[in-house]
């Protein structure tokens, strides 16, 4: 008899093993799919806002330039299309909020529709600008023979602009509005080079070609007349652009009858002057002897001309005040120390209830009968032009106000609302909020600047 073969007995490892196992294998595509969903929602959620974000811009840029145009424009009808296609549509509407004479608010609200066909957009995001008026005149910057300097994102958007030197614009400086052209002369004055004692005098053909230089997109917006300019920049310069390149006639700036301010003095306040905090009142005609410091958020109301034989320091939200008895006549401070006038940290040469600002007006040179010289010309002037006597710095500002370096530079890095400056040497830089022409001339146009971009939930 063949012995009996017993068949093995079948224990079910490997179905046990198939159990276990794919069901974690589908568990974790399942994860990975909708990590890499998520993913995909999120990137495209992020375009998405992105696109809405540029359509607002697009619309800010937009409403600035037609309430420049019409200053009762409220706004778009409706949703205006910045882009279409098959897959998606982008979108911004305006509108405008009159908050009073002298302040208006911009909303603008970006949208995107995806697919383009859809009813409810896929990403929004809403701006608000504030705006205020600032009205041209007719310079709001002049200078004499050391030139125009501007950088970064200064811009010069109001009243005319007078240069006996020359003018040099780079990265996104601006002058002018393509709404609102400017005039722009430039009269080469700045050889021989170097300075003898026949400077200043205006550059022959091929001696200083081309006395405007602009790099990078800076831009100058209105008609341009230039001494020997051949460069004629026509992506820099437009509306008109360069219309002349000669003719142009330089222009002494203004004189001051210092003499006579002097001669009018009836207080004296030996010793300098400072203030702290709290309030201070300063009478016309007078004169302070030393320096001056006015720092913590100390109010001094002036009441009429002043004259300082040191330097002027103003800080720490400090103000100058003209007072309102004054109505429209302009308070001149005159300034004869070396360092001149220094305004910082949102410090303010603030106007009267009738829009009245100051004269600031500094006096020192390098010449030997400085601060009382009459006239400064050749090694002299040369060396005096770059010297700082007028500074204003983080925030600091003199709506109404006129600045002006008699034989020397104002320089300007961060300030707010100016009205003129005047100097033998300009020089602008760092910010997109500096605005000119209230003062320097009859008023004119008025237009619209932002002050103030906050996104709107």
């Known amino acids: 008899m063949k012995p009996k073969i017993l068949a093995k007995k079948q224990n079910g490892q490997i179905l046990i093993t198939l159990v276990i196992v794919i069901p ?8 990975y799919l909708s990590l890499s ?15 809405a974000q540029m359509a607002a811009d697009a619309g800010a840029d937009y409403g600035i330039e037609q309430i420049n145009q019409d200053n009762t424009w409220l706004g778009t009808s409706g949703e205006v299309t910045l882009s279409s296609d098959s897959s998606k549509k982008v979108t911004y509407q305006d509108s405008i909020t009159d908050n009073s004479s002298t302040s208006k608010t911009l909303t603008v609200t970006g ?42 994102f200064s811009k010069i958007v109001g009243g ?27 009269a080469n004055q700045v050889c021989p080079i170097p300075a003898d004692s026949t400077y200043p005098r205006i550059c022959n053909a091929g001696e200083n070609d081309n006395p ?33 390149t000669s003719g142009v006639a330089p222009q002494a700036l203004p004189d001051y009858d210092r003499a006579s ?33 006015i720092s913590n958020k100390c109010q001094v109301t002036v009441k009429g001309n002043v004259w300082i034989t040191g330097n002027l320091t103003l ?79 983080n925030s600091s500002q003199g709506p109404q106000s006129i600045f002006y370096a008699r034989w020397t530079q104002v320089s300007v890095n961060n300030a707010g609302q100016l009205g003129a400056l005047l100097g033998q040497t300009v020089r602008m830089s760092n910010t997109a909020t500096i605005t000119f022409g209230t003062t320097a001339g009859s008023l004119g146009i008025t237009f619209w600047v932002a ?7």
């Open 111 to 152: 949208r995107t529709y995806f697919p383009a066909s859809a009813s409810t957009p896929s990403a929004v995001v809403s701006v608000k600008i504030d705006l205020r008026p600032v009205a041209s005149g007719t310079y709001s910057v002049v200078s004499g023979e050391g030139g125009l300097y501007m950088s970064n």
């Open 212 to 244: 405007i230089v602009i790099s990078n997109t800076a831009h100058i917006y209105g008609n341009v007349k230039a001494n020997n300019q051949i460069n004629t920049y026509p992506s820099n310069m437009t509306n008109s652009g360069l219309i002349a």
């Open 315 to 393: 800080s720490n939200s400090s103000q100058l005040i003209v007072d309102n008895a004054l109505g429209t006549t302009q308070p001149v401070i005159m300034v004869d120390g070396p360092a001149g006038a220094v305004l910082t940290q949102s410090a303010a040469l603030s106007s009267n209830s009738s829009s009245t600002g100051f004269e600031l007006i500094t006096f020192w040179s390098s010449a030997s009968c400085s601060p009382d010289c009459s006239n400064v010309t050749g090694s002299d002037l040369y060396n005096s032009r770059g010297a700082t006597t007028i500074s204003l710095t």
């Open 451 to 457: 002050n103030g971009y906050r996104q709107s939930f």
């Open 37 to 51: 969903t998520s993913g995909y929602r999120l990137e495209r959620r992020d375009q998405f806002r992105t696109q």
């Open 261 to 293: 301010q002097k001669a009018a003095v009836s207080t004296t306040i030996s010793g300098g002057f400072t203030c702290n905090s709290g309030s201070q009142t300063w009478q016309a005609n007078t004169k302070i002897v030393g320096d001056v410091s």
């Open 24 to 31: 974690a294998l589908v568990l974790i595509v399942a994860a």
């Open 160 to 186: 005319d602009v007078l240069i006996d030197g020359t003018v040099n614009l780079s990265n996104s400086a601006q002058i002018g509005l393509s709404t609102n052209p400017v005039n722009v002369s430039v």
